[in-house]
T-cell receptor, first 114, second 114 residues
Framework: DTAVSQTPKYLVTQMGNDKSIKCEQN?????MYWYKQDSKKFLKIMFS???????INETVPNRFSPKSPDKAHLNLHINSLELGDSAVYFC?????????????FGPGTRLLVL | KQEVTQIPAALSVPEGENLVLNCSFT??????LQWFRQDPGKGLTSLLL?????REQTSGRLNASLDKSSGRSTLYIAASQPGDSATYLC?????????????FGRGTQLTVWP
């Protein structure tokens, strides 16, 4: 059973399009995250939700909008895609309240904007 | 702001060698430190998590140490194997930071050849 899953795994799209990436975790965790890994492999947090509440909102363009319909899901919608948005986007989850805080990562979504 | 540095950026060793990967962080006020492994085209897998009150953690052939006062952590891999080839990432959670926020280093790319 996959602990943290993301769809799609690959996403190739034209500049200016709107796209969404979905994430689901079946670990019962209370916190979920979105990270961006750039071409130099540097991993940086974008957003975090704890019990469906936004708790981390890094300085990212407002074209990026996360949505958490429930504790097990955190989706990322991107409007008006730009070339610089090309990267690998990782979803992660962990248990903050009473947990060891180990973060579990999804397999990543490789986004290429043409 | 916390900065995490990993040295070396890349390491290539023959099978069987014992090796040490280094991680340093600028602010010693941390809550915990985690070591992750990332295989090419895959997500991150947590290897070890060290709480600020601990000095080391062990899992199989892996041993991670933490010296908060000097802002350093090392990941020791004993009797390396070709299957250990991957990128190893260090991440710290600063004390007082927003829940679950991690700062990542850029990783050490390890190649173990037969």
């Amino acid at each position: 059973d996959t602990a943290v899953s993301q769809t799609p795994k690959y996403l190739v799209t034209q500049m200016g399009n709107d796209k969404s990436i979905k994430c689901e975790q079946n670990l019962g965790h209370d916190t979920m995250y979105w990270y961006k890994q750039d071409s130099k492999k540097f991993l940086k947090i974008m957003f975090s939700y704890n019990n469906k509440e936004l708790i981390i909102n890094e300085t990212v363009p407002n074209r990026f909008s996360p949505k958490s319909p429930d504790k097990a899901h955190l989706n990322l919608h991107i409007n008006s895609l730009e070339l610089g948005d090309s990267a690998v986007y990782f979803c992660a989850s962990n248990q903050i309240a009473g947990g060891p805080e180990t973060q579990y990562f999804g397999p990543g979504t490789r986004l290429l904007v043409l | 702001k916390q900065e995490v540095t990993q040295i070396p950026a890349a390491l290539s060793v023959p099978e069987g060698e014992n090796l040490v990967l280094n991680c340093s962080f600028t602010d010693s006020a941390i809550y915990n430190l985690q070591w992750f492994r990332q295989d090419p085209g895959k997500g991150l897998t947590s290897l070890l998590l060290i709480q600020s009150s601990q000095r080391e953690q062990t899992s199989g052939r892996l041993n991670a140490s933490l010296d908060k006062s000097s802002g350093r952590s090392t990941l020791y891999i004993a009797a390396s194997q070709p299957g250990d080839s991957a990128t190893y990432l260090c991440a710290v959670r600063p004390r007082g930071s927003t829940l679950g926020r991690l700062y990542f280093g850029r990783g050490t790319q390890l190649t173990v050849w037969p």
